[in-house]
């Protein structure tokens, strides 16, 4: 049997990519390093419930309008209090 699992995605990924660089210039500290701007999207993540499908018209569908909105909100929220988490851990490291 050949199944292709390819099109199987979370669209937590990229719109969580896509919030942290636009809020990445609101924290100067980490803007500028690529590998702290990726620790705070992969915290962000893994605040967030999972969720995958295979085509952007299977959440559209099975998503409404409320639960839409809620999922915004939780996503918005993870990336401020991953940027957050983030930015302290790196604090304390450079305290050494």
């Known amino acids: 049997m050949n199944v292709d699992f390819a099109s199987i995605h979370n669209p937590n990924e990229q719109a ?5 660089l636009a809020r990445a ?3 100067p500290a980490l803007a500028g390093d690529r590998e702290l701007l990726a620790d705070v999207a992969c ?7 999972p969720r995958y499908i295979r085509h952007a018209v299977d959440l559209a569908f099975y998503q409404g309008e ?5 999922a915004q909100r939780a996503l918005e929220d993870a990336v401020e209090r991953a940027f957050a ?6 604090a ?5």
């Open 85 to 90: 988490f983030v930015q302290a851990r790196a």
């Open 66 to 70: 409320g639960e839409r909105q809620a």
């Open 43 to 49: 915290v962000a993540l893994n605040r967030l419930p």
């Open 92 to 96: 304390l490291r450079a305290r050494g």
């Open 16 to 20: 969580v990519f896509d919030a942290v």
């Open 25 to 27: 210039p609101r924290f």
